[in-house]
């Protein structure tokens, strides 16, 4: 066998020569295109191109058919627990059928979420999977101009133009009142994610809809991310008004971590002075004192269902738009209790304290 096409990435020249046929015939026997090629040919070919170690260039038969096996997938924030194991689920789901992740983060920036999709359809993806739409997001004009067969993933916005898997926010929201009232709360406060996200927006509403079906005494107030930082600013703030809240539900977990800091900070016990609910049960939240109430979310199903709708889409090329709606489980932990005292009237030094960095 020769030596020199065993040096460098065997091409379909080197396995025709090898094998004594010509390129074309190469070309046809590995594509799997009949006719002019003999089955005895062809397995002596492929039997070369074996011994060879031949790839085939998945560049230029993207080129070539204007599809890729890549699928992309946009994360909003890489260092939420959530998306971790949502992209762990879609990438198995997808590799099984011969596809491979491109995973790109987005900014904020509407000019750079045009300019992420645009990179992504010249590298000639094959459909995309987006855990990162907003309320009115160009990025999903952009997806739309570019034609790319998309579904949409946990932030549904229900945008008839895409298929999408989500959580069902107000059965969430559901369980979560339903609980504090059956435990005796009636002024239960919201910290809502921000109103540009579709689930901190569904949330929001469905808290605020449901509080006055029920009549309870309710405060909103906003964090401008899903973080523990903007959790502690907000939580700040609902604590420096004169609503005094008996529980708190706050909109993912991280906004939760965040609250029960400035609690701390406020010496407010939880749940003896005032109940915690986050969203999502993120990994690791059953083991912080107290472990953390929190609403679970479907993530592995999600997963497998949002890169399944998508292989289907691109089987069939067209496809009526779907929401698929996942259901969430309460999950009870030490955060919630009856009511016990209310939360005692803000001290003057108390905004001071509450802005000092908690240690990490």
Known sequence: MNT????????????????????????????????????????????????????????????????????????????????GPLVTEIEVELRAQGFMCLVA????????????????????????????????????????????PTVLVNRGLGDRRFSSVVNDDHESVRLVLDHLVGLGHRRI??????????????????????????????????????????????????????FSPTAIFAANDLIALGALDVLRLRHLKVPADVSLVGHNDMPLVDLIDPPLTTVRVAVNEMGRQAAQMLLALLGEGTQATVCRMLQPQLIVRGSTAPPGMAIAPRKKNARAVARRPTAR
């Open 4 to 83: 020199k096409a065993r040096a460098r990435t065997a091409t379909i020249a080197d396995i025709a020569r090898e094998a004594g046929v010509h390129p074309a015939s190469v070309s046809r026997a590995l594509r799997g295109i009949g006719g002019k090629v003999s089955e005895e040919t062809r397995q002596r070919i492929q039997r070369v191109a074996d011994e060879l170690g031949y790839l085939p260039n998945a560049v230029a038969a993207s080129l070539r058919t204007k599809r890729s096996n890549l699928v992309g997938v946009i994360v909003p924030d890489l260092g939420n627990p959530l998306f």
């Open 105 to 148: 983060h987005t900014s904020d920036d509407p000019a750079a979420r045009n300019d992420l999709v645009a990179a992504l359809a010249h590298r000639q993806v094959s459909g995309l999977l987006i855990l990162a739409a907003e309320v009115g997001d160009s990025l999903l004009d952009a997806v739309e101009r570019y034609r790319l």
């Open 189 to 242: 406060a919201h910290i809502a994610g921000p109103s540009g996200s579709s689930t901190g927006l569904a949330r929001s509403q469905a808290f605020s809809a449901l509080c006055r079906k029920y009549r309870l005494e309710s405060q909103v107030v906003q964090a401008s991310a899903f973080t523990r930082e903007a959790g502690m600013k907000a939580a700040t703030k609902l604590l420096d008004k004169s």
